[in-house]
């Protein structure tokens, strides 16, 4: 029987030795050249074989790791790729403290797929010693963003693009635009990316992306977050060092960059201004929370291959830039964090400052307006036997239009759980009303407003949003919600809460419904009680006479006339146009 036991264990401890030669065996036989490499830069890899790949380097390399953080709306979660040389695993709140942490997002537009196809091979070339490798950076990816996009492939829908042959489409599993997504989040993608974001809480984000306004020389372009919207120290930062800084190291490495080339339709020659990231966009959103953004912007007409290599570039530059910059940019940071606190100005909306500009030396080829034969108007031809160098202007100085002053802290009644609900998500600190109570508040009332007449986004958004201020007694129930400014997330509040923000909730359609009044009134029964009200109210018929004198539209409308007193009397319901959200000075 001793004999058998023996045997036995002799026979597992085989199998084990086997199973482990095997599994050795395996990782160095892995295969790590990539779809794009072995195409000779003509095809991209499908969603499968990313997720596949990454969880190949994972189990081969223990400086990479792999986790599935949340759904998307295609039912398949995201996944974040960890690089982190020490391999000191993925605990963020510690890894933080001593390292500075680059979040790369790929494949939110997957027709745009440079990114997916450039970050395989960065990671890959990191641990295998082919470049050097970040001492104190961890680098994290989402692998492909847009999951049911990438899963949607075809060859036809990037009309203006040069490669790969088959790529993914624009729209999720919902045909939402997620880069559009990232302050209202309505898909299951935004609500995940959330989370990733605030469990990385990255010093430096870059969005990888595709574009084509123009045609120039350019294989790359960068669009940084607006420095001036940005503010404080970090825009100073990313305006005078950072990104100099990349232009610099892409020159040494032979490789043209300009700015984001922001035209349509015509030659960029007579110059062109800064895109404004508004927290729609990723670089807008992400740096409500003082990380440095940006995106890497591809020419699409320039050859696949050309494209992906370009991308694998700027993120190494941007590496070693985390690299010799990343003290530094932890102060900054810091230092913005205490840059607003209630008093103080808060800028919400902005204008190009054509007082301040820039110069490019760009580089760009010739274009004229000439006849169609296809349509006989007017078209736009480049000429690429005709490149130039020459000075554009390039305006991207911004200045503020409207401003609010912040306050201590806002109130939302509990009702409004869909907002409360992204608050949470965005980690914002609350309390609750223990108890009911009445306080003095700043009341906003929606004065003016304009809705787009086309659905855009899921939404027929709102903008040029102006408000009334009073102050009021408000009663606020038990469980009603109390958020104070002073926390990190104070610029997430402001754009969010206040309504002519212009990504605010208002502005998203989060509050239609004190839009619509609720209680009207019969004419035949308004009629006798709104003469008396007049009768009753010496200054309110002073009022009501000079309008008719005056307002010719007014004074032909029995129905304007009989509504405009209604709304001046107690009858008129207190909930129309009165925004649910309350200010404490």
């Known amino acids: 029987m001793k004999k058998l036991l023996v045997l036995a264990l002799l026979l597992v401890a085989c199998n084990k030795k086997i199973e482990k030669q095997d599994s050795e065996k395996k990782s160095v036989e892995i ?3 990539t779809v794009f490499e072995k195409s000779d830069g003509f095809e991209t890899a499908t969603y499968t074989e990313t997720i596949n790949y990454y969880q190949d380097l994972a189990d081969s390399y223990p400086e990479i790791s792999v986790q599935e953080i949340g759904e998307t709306d295609s039912g398949k979660p995201l996944h974040i790729v960890t690089l ?4 000191s695993g993925d605990d963020f709140e510690t890894l ?66 040069n490669g790969p042959k088959a790529y993914g489409f624009r729209g999720n599993a919902r045909n939402y635009d997620l880069n559009r997504d990232f302050i209202k989040a309505d898909t299951k993608n935004a609500k995940a990316f959330i989370k990733i974001f605030h469990l990385v809480q990255p010093d430096i984000f870059i969005d990888n992306h595709v574009s084509n306004g123009a045609d120039y020389q350019y294989t790359l372009t960068h669009l940084f977050t607006q420095h001036n919207k940005l503010g404080g120290p970090l825009g100073d930062f990313i305006h005078t060092q950072m990104r100099p ?7 040494e490495k032979s490789w043209d960059i300009t700015p984001y080339v922001n035209v349509f339709n015509r030659t960029p020659d007579s110059g062109f201004t800064q895109f404004l990231d508004t927290p729609r966009y990723s670089t807008g959103f992400t740096t409500l929370f003082n990380t440095l953004g940006m995106m890497i912007e591809t020419h699409m007409l320039k050859p696949y291959k050309q494209r992906v290599e370009g991308t694998y570039e700027l993120m190494k530059s941007m590496i070693e830039i985390t690299e010799e910059q990343g003290d530094k940019i932890a102060k900054l940071r810091n230092e913005q964090t205490k840059l607003w606190t209630a008093g ?10 054509t007082s301040l500009s820039s110069t490019l030396k760009f580089k760009g080829y010739e274009g004229e307006m000439i006849p169609s034969e296809f349509t006989g108007a007017k078209r736009l031809k480049y000429d690429r036997s005709k490149p130039f160098t020459k000075d554009v202007i390039y305006h991207n100085y911004f200045k503020a239009t409207d401003s609010i002053t912040i306050p201590t802290a806002y109130i939302i009644p509990q009702g409004w759980h869909n907002v409360i609900d992204l608050l949470k998500l965005n980690n914002i600190v609350f309390t609750q009303f223990k108890n009911d109570t009445i306080l003095t508040v700043e009341s906003y009332k929606i004065g003016s407003y304009e809705t787009r007449t086309s659905p855009y986004e899921g939404h027929y958004s709102h903008y040029n949003t102006n408000v009334n201020t009073s102050n009021e007694k408000v009663k606020f129930r038990k469980g009603d919600y109390l958020i104070s400014t002073d926390q990190k997330a104070i610029r997430y509040l402001l754009e969010t809460l206040e309504p002519s923000a212009p990504d605010s909730f208002f502005n998203w359609n989060f509050f239609d419904t004190v839009l619509q009044q609720k209680e009207g009134f019969s004419p035949y029964v308004w009629e006798d009680k709104a003469e008396q009200l007049l009768k009753n109210n010496p ?3 002073i009022e009501y006479n000079i309008k008719i004198s005056y307002d010719e539209d007014f004074a032909n409308s029995w129905y304007a006339q009989l509504d405009w007193l209604h709304k001046q009397s107690k009858n008129y319901e207190k909930a129309h146009l009165q925004y649910p959200i309350y200010r404490i000075k």
């Open 245 to 251: 800084s990349l232009e610099q190291k892409l020159e």
């Open 31 to 33: 295969d790590f050249t």
């Open 96 to 161: 933080r403290q001593t390292n500075r942490i680059l979040l790369v997002n790929n494949g939110i537009h997957p027709g745009e797929s440079d990114g997916i196809d450039a970050t395989m091979m960065l990671f890959r070339d990191v641990v295998q010693g082919k470049i050097d490798a970040p001492k104190n950076t961890i680098v994290v990816t989402i692998p492909i963003y847009n999951i049911g996009g990438s899963l949607n492939r075809n060859s036809t829908s990037r009309t203006n693009q």
């Open 344 to 353: 103080d100005s808060y800028s919400l909306t902005w204008a190009i400052d």
């Open 539 to 541: 200054k309110l018929e």
């Open 84 to 87: 982190n040389m020490k391999a």
